[in-house]
């Protein structure tokens, strides 16, 4: 581990800081909400462009990540998040579809750079995330049902707008590597590196610049939260690791498992909620709290990680 990786915790922590200064500006709280989509789409392109993509038609060959994926993600946390909701949250119906939208949605764009970070197989997570991307818009308005009790429609504007973000970049990155593979200069792209980083401590100081000051007029909340949240990362960290470890033998792969069951789609989730239920904010406000913890709970889990693999 170099020492500027030994620095994303603090980097990290420092971007949360300055972003809830920042945040008690009424002007730049609103430059930073635009912001964050951008930089999202910006760290996703310099992720992507470091990634051989010539492997990845081979990582689709890996069923066993495959199947292993979408079990943890699709049929043991959408179970495990209810029983959470139920033992936590049941005198609080909304804050309780809020954390299950949350948890039964696997990330589609924020574990690809986590799990660069903490040194995975990027390309395996790569090739599972248009799956998690289709079954998850499929398979929401079903748990919300069947867990909750009520029901919603997602647009096809929502979906072409989420692919939108994830393709434009691979587009971008896909055409980018084949120009500096055709004119032999590869070896540029070993000067971004640190790109990455960089650029989520960006987007980490827009999100807390943009919502932070939401979640301290409602700390409450955060309370009542805090233990849920942390008890669904810490209990799927060590069942994925052990599933990770019993199937695979390259800790590269288990840790890309580890991170496609820890990381959230918020995003989506929120985008659901706005249009879904209009007259409870709290739900939506579950689904901007929920990545204000799960951010630095995924740079401390990068971090972790790196420790563990290199023991």
Known sequence: MSRFEKLYPVII??????????GSVNSIRSMADFAILPLLMAMLFFTFIQIPF???????????FALSSLILNFVWTPLFAWAIANIFLSEQPALWIGFIMLMVTPCTDWYIIFTGLAKGDVVASLSILPLNLVLQLALLPVYLHLLTGTSSDISMSLLLHSLVVLMMPLGLALGVRYFLTKSRQLRRLERIGAWPIFLLSLAVMSIFASQGRLLIEHISILGLLLIPLLLFFVVNFVISRRVGKKLFHEGATVTSLQMTTLARNSPIALAVATTAFPNEPLIALVLVIGPLIELPVLIIVSFVIQRLNQG
Not at 54 to 64: L, V
């Open 54 to 64: 010539a492997q990845i038609q081979h990582s689709f060959s890996n069923r066993t």
């Open 13 to 22: 922590l420092l971007s949360i800081l300055l972003g809830l200064i920042l």
